[in-house]
């Protein structure tokens, strides 16, 4: 099956560090990953889209990268900010019944700390 | 402004009443979804739709149901066959379904917290 896995384990940081969190995928590789944040009660809103043929996207103070090898993105934030502390989720497309459907990881917690 | 708006943003019920979640989009989005969220737990896809008139099952239809009318408007229906229906339920949409070759970002409504004793 075509799986997302994120650590469930949340991520303390201090404010300043660079925050990595992992998103692990199983069986093929999906053409692309999406990145999102999720604050407590709301909805995710998107921040990233990578490639398959992209190693590396940035966006501000975010990177991504993707390695087809490891089967697996890593999301960066630097120079982190208590403002930065929130759930992070992974998402894949996933093939189904003849369409092409989004799932997603449980995503990781991150926790800056001033 | 263009969004997505779900309501209500706290529903209570009692157990054996079917209860109906609205989702509007002003996006012109032809995608629109339906997720659960527990507690610790990543999105699971309810339902789906790519088109006016035509939806598919996620992964955990059972004891939902939608229908999609209008382009704007999605809504899901939690039926009594639903045996855990409390939990965080999310509505997105995006301009199309995701394809083999293209992938488009979603975006969620804020979310209706559906209680359920």
């Known amino acids: 099956s075509q799986k997302i896995e994120q650590n469930s384990e949340a991520l303390n940081i201090q404010e300043g560090k660079t925050a990595t969190l992992t998103c692990n995928y199983t069986?093929?590789?999906?053409?692309?990953l999406q990145w999102y944040r999720q604050d407590p009660g709301r909805g995710p809103v998107f921040l990233l889209l990578i490639r398959e043929n992209e190693k590396e996207k940035r966006k501000e103070r975010l990177k991504v990268t993707f390695d087809t090898t490891l089967k697996q993105s890593l999301f960066h934030i630097t120079a982190s900010q208590p403002a930065d502390s929130a759930t992070y989720l992974c998402a894949r497309g996933r093939a189904s019944g003849g369409s092409y459907i989004p799932t997603f990881g449980r995503g990781t917690s991150l926790i800056v700390h001033p | 402004d263009g969004g997505i708006t779900q309501s209500p943003k706290y529903l209570f019920r009692k157990e054996g009443q079917n209860v109906t979640l609205s989702c509007e989009q002003n996006l012109n989005h032809d995608a629109m979804y339906w997720y659960r969220q527990d507690p610790g737990q990543g999105l699971r896809l309810i339902y789906y739709s790519q088109i006016v008139n035509d939806f598919q099952k996620g992964d955990i239809a059972e004891g939902y149901s939608v229908s999609r009318e209008k382009k704007e408007s999605f809504p899901l229906t939690v039926t009594s066959a639903q045996k855990n229906p409390t939990a965080f339920y999310l509505c997105a949409s995006s301009i199309h379904l995701f394809g083999t070759g293209s992938s488009y970002e979603q975006y969620f409504g804020p979310g209706t917290r559906l209680t359920v004793t």
């Open positions: 069986n093929y590789s999906p053409a692309y």
